[in-house]
């Protein structure tokens, strides 16, 4: 096994920098959306584009040759990409995410299996869909089907869930449930199943994958539920949950700023059937962009205020409370409410027009609502809030 002592082989990128890099792409993501919802996936040249631009590496290790950007940052950058496309910013998020949760793993493992300069991508699946069965040998076989592994048409590798099974039974660990991990293994190692005909988000390429009979070492799989990260720096003391908040709470602030510029330019221009006047001058239009506005631009100042008690928290030395964590949770969810709310007005105060498959509101919709079902935003969130509020007892390693 190689063990490297190297420093950092990524030299350090300004956040602008990276910023840029996402706005720059973005008008080819906007304009060719339509090509990644009729494909299921993004168009493999603006991966490519992504991939050169470091926007997969926004969250990978510096020690893998990764950015590991501040959490703001990353929220931007997310942002960005889901203004342009929420099909490019989930796949990109999620792209992004998996190899930063290389972390987990041994360093010296890592490098064996990415390098010190890693450039992959890479599909990841929480949902412990999959069963893995000790060999005796340090080795797991293992075997599922996993659903909605986004990007998976374009990933290189995989990072999915699993329960190690004792028998007919999973392994049970103390004050920890089930042996819930995720497993790295080689993108030809499975098989996808082509299922992907959804609402929303059609371009992420959210399909099925299957494997079986694979041998996995034990040493490739992670912990990261209730095992801190192994790397060194302050992203890592966010706990794993905590992180993949930071990463997806930017696709909601991203898709309904797109609706409500979309809208602000619009509205002017547009009358309604039977009227000569503008939407822009009718003043129940007026009033309810101005709440729509309101009620996200408070979301998002929230999102960054609670991210900010982390961060600072994190660059002390210290692991974030149960309450900081709690607090994100909270401002994430408010984030997604604010943002479907949001969304709705303005496409139902659009009419007709908005339901055209040309139109830009119709697929901002689409994508928010189901962006909207994933687990990190359900009201599971709220309630561990609550909890937390009212001091009741309860497992903290999903905060």
């Given amino acids: 096994m ?20 996402a706005r720059a792409l973005g008008g080819d993501l906007s304009a060719r959306a339509d090509e990644g919802e009729a494909a299921g996936t993004l168009p493999v040249d603006l991966v490519a584009r992504a991939r050169a631009a470091g926007l997969f590496r926004t969250v990978q290790p510096r020690a893998l040759g990764g950015l590991e950007l501040e959490p703001a940052t990353i929220v931007q950058v997310v942002e960005e990409l889901s203004r342009a496309d929420g099909s490019a910013g989930w796949t990109l998020t999620i792209g992004s995410g998996a190899a930063g949760f290389a972390a987990w793993l041994d360093p010296d493992v890592a490098v ?9 991508t890479s599909a990841c699946v929480f949902a412990p869909t999959g069963r893995a069965v000790p060999d005796g040998a340090g080795r797991f076989t293992i075997e599922g089907r996993w659903p909605f592994a986004s990007g998976c048409r374009h990933a290189e590798w995989f990072l999915n869930g699993v329960f190690v099974f004792d028998g007919d039974a999973p392994r049970m660990l103390p004050d920890r449930g089930p042996d819930w991990r995720l497993a790295y293994f080689p993108r030809e190692q499975a098989e996808i199943i082509d299922n992907w005909d959804v609402l929303g988000l059609r371009g992420t390429g959210s399909n099925d994958i299957a494997a079986s009979g694979l041998s996995v070492p034990e040493e490739h799989t992670i912990s990261p539920f209730h095992e801190p990260a192994r790397q060194p720096g302050a992203l890592w003391r966010l ?3 905590t ?10 602030l991203g898709i309904v700023r797109r609706a409500l510029d979309e809208f602000t330019a619009l509205a002017p221009l547009k009358t309604r ?6 939407l822009a001058l009718d003043t129940a239009t007026q009033a309810m ?3 729509a506005e309101g009620d996200v631009q408070s ?5 960054f205020d609670a991210l900010g008690s982390l961060w600072e928290t994190a660059c002390a030395g210290d692991v974030p409370s149960v309450a900081q964590r709690a607090r994100f949770q909270l401002a994430a969810q408010q984030a997604m409410h604010s943002a479907v709310a949001a969304v709705d007005r303005v496409f139902t105060a659009t009419g007709a027009a908005a339901v055209h498959s040309a139109h830009p509101l119709q697929r901002c919709f689409r994508d928010l609502h189901t962006a909207q079902q994933h687990i990190y935003f359900s009201d599971a969130a709220l309630q561990r809030y609550a909890k937390t509020r009212f001091g009741i007892e309860q497992p903290t390693f999903t905060l």
Avoid: H, K, N, W
């Fill in 2 to 21: 190689v063990t490297s002592t190297s420093e950092p082989t990524v030299a350090p990128v300004s956040s602008m920098e990276v910023l840029d890099a």
């Fill in 299 to 303: 979301a998002r100042a929230f999102v």
């Fill in 273 to 278: 059937a039977g009227s000569f006047e503008a």
């Fill in 243 to 252: 992180l993949v908040g930071v990463t997806l709470v930017g696709i909601p």
């Fill in 239 to 241: 706990p794993f949950f």
């Fill in 112 to 120: 064996e299996l990415f390098g010190t300069q890693a450039d992959f």
């Fill in 289 to 291: 962009l101005a709440r």
